[in-house]
């Protein structure tokens, strides 16, 4: 007796058709934004380089050691900047792959993470730039021997800005990521606090891993990384529900008696 696949084969073609489509919308988005964003590569790559640059000793700039650094560098960085300027676009496609397979108590909770999430992985980037870029480049520019001009190349510091750029915009979800592992179950607020000595051990050495190896930097990550740890603690210490007043709801939901 054959079985016809059909119908269970059919909602996994639409899923990877549907994939398919919002993967396409998102590669378009970013497009869309570059082609706008070209024409002001030079000037963008300008601004991003403005906070070692208003540093360097007069008379000195940056340089480029490799012929094709002039071009590459600044279109290089503004296909980056048109996928950061993307986001919200490129996660509203992810949510709406995902949510038709969510429960409606779930949606109430995932659209205010989407924007947090949102918003902390921006509020990371501005960080690193107004915060943490003047003063890394402070004590770079200013402990090198007298007789040494600081010429920076132009990749180089793209490179290195953008490295910064996306572990502060990734260390600045770890709120949100702590909210979903209350929610979850997998932790408690009791067990992350019993935790925080190892937490803030694994933030320097996080800190060590994300960033150039300098004590500075390491700090300047491995700090708001504790801070917004403990900040993930005290919003679950208030949004999260402990597991017996989740049963009392639910048994007074349940017989109305009560």
């Known amino acids: 007796m054959s079985v016809d696949h059909s119908d269970q084969e059919q909602p996994l073609i639409a899923h990877l058709v549907e994939l398919r489509q919002r993967l396409l919308y998102s590669v378009l988005a970013i497009l869309v934004i570059f082609l706008g964003l ?3 590569a030079n000037d963008l790559y300008t601004w991003i380089s403005a906070p070692l640059t208003a540093l360097l000793p007069q008379g000195t700039s940056m340089i480029a050691t490799d012929v094709t650094s002039p071009f590459f560098a600044p279109f290089k960085l503004t296909l980056v900047a048109s996928a950061f300027i993307a986001m919200p ?7 709406s792959f995902i949510a038709p397979g ?9 659209i205010p993470l989407l924007i947090s999430s949102i918003l902390l992985f921006y509020m990371g980037i501005a960080f690193a730039y107004y915060v943490v870029f003047p003063i890394i480049f402070g004590f770079f520019t200013s402990v090198g021997p007298e007789n040494i001009a600081v010429m920076t190349d132009i990749s ?7 490295k910064l750029f996306f572990a502060f915009g990734i260390v600045f979800e770890i709120p949100v990521a702590t909210l979903l592992l209350l929610w979850s179950g997998a932790v408690t607020v009791k067990s992350l606090k019993e935790k925080r000595a190892y937490v803030v051990v694994g933030c320097f050495v996080l800190g060590m891993l994300l960033t150039p190896p300098d004590i500075i ?16 603690i005290l919003l679950g210490t208030i949004l999260v529900r402990k597991p017996d007043e989740a049963e009392d709801e639910s048994d007074s939901a349940a017989d109305p008696n009560k």
Request: cysteine-free.
């Open 156 to 162: 180089s510091y793209l490179n290195f800005v953008l």
């Open 38 to 40: 070209f024409y002001f």
């Open 102 to 110: 969510l429960y409606k108590h779930e949606k109430r909770l995932a």
């Open 89 to 95: 676009f490129l996660l509203h496609q992810a949510w």
């Open 217 to 232: 930097s390491q700090s300047l990550l491995a700090v708001p990384m504790w801070l917004l740890f403990e900040l993930g």
